[in-house]
């Protein structure tokens, strides 16, 4: 019976072994799910190529501002699918006169490379070097970050100036969402990418907006609650009780808390000149 009970326990710990290595080795496709295939260009986009720091060439899209000095809103999406799910849902901004700029992250959308934080971090900056050789002063810039992306723009708005940032369905960090996911593993010690909004969200100084709704599973809001407390004034958070995580700006509240954010950094950046 003894020897019974020690082999199913060894069976288990080896087992269990294997599991963490398991998910250790394949953990950023766990991660990251990118759509690899360019998709055509959509209609009124500009097609926009940077190079990073560690010297890949990716593609962009890019809608300029219909209104002279307008803000231009920087589009991190979330772990899946690539930049052109996007558009529909962001095409309203241009209907305001604004710009907007999807970024094609490495690995996605046919740009070379594999996606991973330091990597995706490179992909923003490059884009905001670019912005900047256009002559949009950093006033006029607005992060957007969707969901894995909201990382990217806390990372960036925290080391480079900005207008203002829009935080939809953040975490305060990916390790916790992960532990909250895979609560049978230390998953918290295992990730790679950790995005750690919450480190760095306190030396973001501009204005930001955080949007989550109050049914996501996939982001539960208390970890968007937890970096809104810890970000600085002024802030703002709208929790929507029926939006789940994919659902946010269908529901008219949460698109016209968008504007009214915009168009007060606008309306802003127009007193400064």
């Keep these: 019976m003894r020897q019974r009970v020690m082999t199913i326990l ?11 290595a398991l ?22 986009m500009t097609l ?13 899209w890019y809608r300029p501002p219909a209104r002279e000095a307008a803000p231009v809103v920087v589009v991190f999406q979330g772990n899946a699918g690539n ?6 849902k962001f095409v309203g ?48 810039v607005v992060l957007y970050g969707e969901s894995l992306g909201s990382g990217v723009a806390v990372h960036l708005a925290a080391e480079r100036p900005v207008g203002g940032v829009v935080l939809e369905a953040p975490y305060s960090s990916v390790a916790e969402v992960a532990q909250h996911h895979y609560w049978y593993l230390p998953a918290k010690w295992l990730i790679l ?17 955080v949007l989550h709704g109050e ?14 407390a810890a970000a600085k004034e002024p802030k703002e958070l709208l929790l929507h ?7 946010l700006l269908t529901f008219p509240r949460v698109a016209r808390r968008i504007e009214t954010f915009l168009g007060s950094l606008a309306a802003a950046g127009r007193r400064l000149d």
């Excluded at 190529?49 to 990716?58: H, P």
């Excluded at 700029?101 to 992909?123: E, I, M, S, T, W």
């Design 10 to 20: 060894g069976t288990a710990v080896i087992g269990y072994g294997a599991l963490l």
């Design 23 to 44: 998910m250790f080795l394949l953990q950023r496709s766990f991660l990251y799910y990118p759509m690899g295939e360019i998709p055509p260009l959509s209609d009124g």
């Design 48 to 60: 926009v190529e940077t190079r990073t720091a560690d010297g890949l060439d990716l593609r962009h």
């Design 83 to 88: 930049l052109s799910h996007r558009v529909p």
């Design 93 to 140: 901004l241009a209907g305001q006169g604004l710009g907007v700029f999807f970024v094609g992250y490495r690995g996605y959308g046919g740009n070379p490379g594999k996606p991973h934080q330091d990597g995706l971090l490179a992909d923003g900056r490059s884009v905001l070097d670019w912005l900047a050789g256009q002559g949009i002063g950093p006033e006029r």
């Design 193 to 209: 990418d950790k995005w750690n909004s919450l480190a760095r969200v306190e030396e973001v100084s501009v204005p930001i907006l």
């Design 215 to 228: 049914r996501d599973k996939v982001i539960p809001a208390r970890f968007g609650k937890r970096l809104f």
């Design 241 to 247: 009780p029926e939006a789940g995580h994919n659902d």
